[in-house]
């Protein structure tokens, strides 16, 4: 069993950076991959990021790449997400996901069997 807190949410402007963290506690952290996804009112859970158990991989949505950078340190039990030149689109509660180690990174969200609270992130024009 994995859990998991997402923190580091808030009001930012456009253009602006915000960094979301996800501390894991339970067992064998290290050996899952980890996801981020949001989702804004009225609008269907949405893909954003992921990295393998290694780190050595990642995967992004196509709305956030470029701008978004995931990252994970095994030995802290977090995962972070990295978000640059935000815009209002942006705008979402953002949740932490934690699956088993696969041979690819998924965007479904099927795949992913820990989920965190999620943190509110507002982004004003």
Known sequence: QVQLVESGGGLVQAGGSLRL????????????????????????????????WTGGTTYYSDSVKGR????????????????NSLKSEDTAVYYCAAGPAGWVLSRTAARY?????????????
Not at 25 to 47: C, H, I, L, N, V
Not at 68 to 83: C, E, G, H, P, W
Not at 115 to 122: F, I
């Open 21 to 52: 963290s996800c501390a894991a506690s339970g067992r064998t952290f290290s050996t899952y991959d980890m996801g981020w996804f949001r989702q804004a009112p009225g609008k269907e859970r949405e893909f954003v990021a992921a990295i393998s």
């Open 68 to 83: 978004f950078t995931i990252s994970r340190d095994n030995a802290k039990n977090t995962v972070y997400l990295q978000m």
């Open 113 to 125: 069997d820990y989920w965190g609270q999620g943190t509110q992130v507002t982004v004003s024009s």
